[in-house]
């Protein structure tokens, strides 16, 4: 029986005392079967310094005006690194206007941010780490700050070949960890390898309902990682507060298009829709059964579905076996003093 090989079991010797051993090597991050291969930034392929840096960088307050916060502040794992809220909270407890996405398989995302407005991984942690709303760091403090660890500093030269801990090197290795958050491990992966005794009636039944042309909802959240990566307004409003994707291209035609999320461990990752306005899955398939709202930019494919409430159990017993609990619960993505 063919069985999916998991990026969590190349990370289990990242433990090792980093001032006795800076002997730096590839890292092999392997995938699930059937999901596509990783393409790897020239000059940031994986390796297993590259890899530790940017899990300590990921959990460092330091990276924060008041150094309180870190990157998994708002990403936990416990939420398939998201964070349970309706939006973001930033410095001095703001609240801000969108919700924490997941980071799970971040590897095949062709670009980044709910607007698509960040191309690489690499580029992707300064909005968080620039924001004045967010961490709220001008990044040269940080880079003091982090070069006041010498052990930070080995692992820059051993990792990047860099004296200190500067800007490329921050945002290389966060990527470099980000990398191996791959998640394909759910029961319905389980399923699709052959595993039949995975689902009950009702979940497979969802399951045919979730790739029917009656839902169509796989025209968007389709293929191993649920999502086609595409930018789109669902009706979510009539007026927007937050524009979305017109913030990128001042086209009025995009007011209110925003990037598909995957649905992978989407049980685990609400309040949904960019801004938290739906708590629960039963909220989400019930907006789409209505159709949604009228706005002149809603894709033609959201329309009254017309489920029965027994069709919509069904597609949200479906959503609920997309969660992978090995993902969730492996020790190797969590700061290195807590595993």
Known sequence: MKVAVFTFCVLAFLSCNQKSDLQDEPLKIRVPIDFPPIEFPEGNEPTKLRVLLGRKLFYDNRLSAEQNMSCGTCHVLSAAFTDGK??????????????????????????????GGVPTLELQGLAPLHNSHEMGKDMMPAIALLNEDEELRKLSKAAYNRDSVDPFVVTRALAAFERTLVSGDS???????????????????????????????????????????????????????????????????????????????????????????????????????????AHANKDSRIRPLNLSEEEKAQLNAFLKILTDFNFVQNPQFLPLEEQ
Not at 233 to 255: A, F
């Open 86 to 115: 309706k939006t973001n909270v930033g410095m001095g407890d703001m609240q801000l206007n969108r919700n924490s996405p997941t980071l799970a398989n971040m590897a095949w995302s062709p670009y980044f941010m709910s607007e």
């Open 187 to 293: 029961r319905y992966d389980r399923f699709q390898l052959g595993m039949k005794d995975q689902l009950s009636e009702q979940e497979t039944a969802g399951m045919s309902l979730f790739f029917s042309d009656k839902t169509n909802c796989s025209s968007c959240h389709g293929g191993e990682l649920f999502t086609d990566f595409g930018i789109y307004n669902i009706g979510l409003y009539e007026q927007y507060n937050d524009v979305g994707l017109e913030r990128k291209t001042h086209n009025q035609e995009d007011i209110g298009k925003f990037k598909t999320p995957t649905l992978r461990n989407i049980d685990l990752t609400g309040p949904y829709m960019h801004d938290g306005s739906m708590n629960t899955l039963h909220e989400v398939i019930e907006f789409y059964n209505t159709g949604g709202k």
